[in-house]
């Protein structure tokens, strides 16, 4: 019997997604460059830097000065002055963080599922990890807002130790004034979990001010913003900082992973040169999307504003069910989630805004026909921008 080996089918997927459209609100793509750090050497590399300052292992000197380097991006990017790199994904940065912000049996309150919020926060995750006491945050799904005043009554009554922001499903920003007024006197810390948002952010786009108006902003490296997979933690608190460290190193990871470190600090690079553009690339892609989306008949949650992001957000219906949307665009080339979210940062970060062509394909791929070739034929002209 022939087995192909997995480097043939590596190959297969490359060409197969190479072909495609990709509206995964939690993907994007990596430039050359990152990807070059992302095979190197490094791939196959440790480095941990003990108290005493020496190395663990040898042959690290080189990479000390990438990991420094990276670090000092990503600080000068997000306008922090500490900034955690070494998670390798934005959930362990998320444990890392709440660990070093509570003690078990605290009161910690997040987005539930009704307003999007990420499934890590359910109780028999994160919560049961570190022994939590997780509550939900009062939410108006219909226009996707907290509901300030009921949040403000139970968090005088539960005088919450930590508050959580941030949703998997994230459209639109907070009013971190009255978040403020409401964390202040409940003597509450205020964790951001931007995973979905941290190329907005870094862009100046969403909510640019997460970092200030929060005790750590923390989130995904991969979702809007330019890749590797990993996860940052952020804050302008010196006495976090040895927190964080002590809660990776040894107690949720132990390799950093050096080539994506490596790769995470081009990233940052190529954000704090064209980040600003990028942003605002998404901002508009996903208004004009969500508007050329419902005109075509495939309705957009939140007109006439749908969305702050870098996604739009399906409206079901029994006419819409988001298993089998997904499937039929699958099979036209176009690939999204199978929860109704559409993306654009990854037709932003190739430079294209021409949204209703987007929407015309997926509305005539829904009415069943056949557009995969105009797919491929689209798909072939775009190539990754805002690199060097
Ligand atoms: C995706 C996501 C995470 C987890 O990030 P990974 O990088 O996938 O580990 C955490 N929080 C929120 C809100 C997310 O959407």
């Known amino acids: 019997m022939y087995l192909a080996s997995i480097i043939d089918l590596v190959r297969k997927y490359d060409v197969y997604r190479m072909q495609t459209l990709n509206l995964q609100a939690s993907e994007n793509r990596v430039s050359p460059d990152v990807k070059e750090?992302?095979?190197s050497d490094l791939a196959s590399r440790y480095s941990h830097v003990m108290e005493d300052g020496n190395n663990s292992y040898g042959g690290a000197s080189i990479f000390e000065q990438i990991f420094n380097d990276a670090k000092k991006n990503v600080e000068k990017l997000f306008h922090v002055k500490h900034a955690e790199i070494r998670p390798i994904g934005g959930h362990i940065a998320v444990i890392a963080a709440i660990k070093s912000l509570t003690e078990k049996g605290d009161t910690v309150y997040s987005i539930g599922p009704e307003g999007g919020g990420y499934p890590g926060y359910l109780d028999a995750y994160i919560p049961e990890m570190l022994s939590l006491r997780m509550?939900?945050?009062?939410?108006?799904p219909d226009v996707q807002e907290i509901d300030y005043d009921a949040f403000a009554s139970a968090a005088k009554r539960r005088r919450p130790n930590l508050i959580v922001l941030g949703q998997s499903a994230f459209v639109r920003p907070y009013d971190m004034a009255r978040i403020t007024e409401i964390a202040d006197p409940a003597g509450s810390r205020i964790l951001y979990d931007g995973s979905h948002v941290m190329g907005?952010?870094?862009?100046?786009?969403?909510q640019p001010d997460a970092s200030v108006k929060s005790d750590v902003l923390v989130g995904s490296t991969h979702k809007s913003f330019f890749g590797p997979q990993g996860g940052l933690i952020l804050t302008n608190d010196s006495d976090l900082e040895e927190s964080f460290e002590k809660n990776l190193t040894w107690m949720t990871m132990d390799n950093m992973h050096p080539n994506r470190v490596a790769a995470l600090g081009i990233a940052a690079e190529e954000m704090l040169k064209h980040g600003k553009s990028y942003a605002a690339l998404v901002e508009k892609n996903s208004f004009s999307l969500g508007h050329a989306l419902n005109e075509h008949?495939?309705?957009?949650?939140?007109?006439?504003?749908?969305?702050?992001?870098h996604q739009v957000l399906l409206s079901p219906s029994k006419d819409l069910n988001f298993i089998k949307f997904s499937k039929k665009m699958e099979d036209n080339g176009i690939i999204l989630d199978r929860d109704g979210r559409v993306g654009t940062s990854e037709i932003s970060r190739m430079g294209f805004s021409d949204m209703d062509s987007i929407a015309t394909l997926i509305s005539e791929a829904w009415a069943g026909n056949n557009v995969l070739e105009?797919?491929?034929?689209?798909?072939?002209?775009?190539?990754?921008?805002?690199?060097r």
């Open 37 to 39: 750090a992302l095979s």
């Open 135 to 140: 509550e939900n945050i009062p939410f108006k």
């Open 200 to 206: 907005l952010i870094a862009g100046g786009k969403f």
């Open 297 to 309: 008949g495939i309705p957009v949650r939140f007109s006439p504003w749908y969305s702050k992001s």
């Open 374 to 387: 105009r797919v491929a034929d689209l798909v072939s002209l775009l190539k990754i921008e805002f690199w």
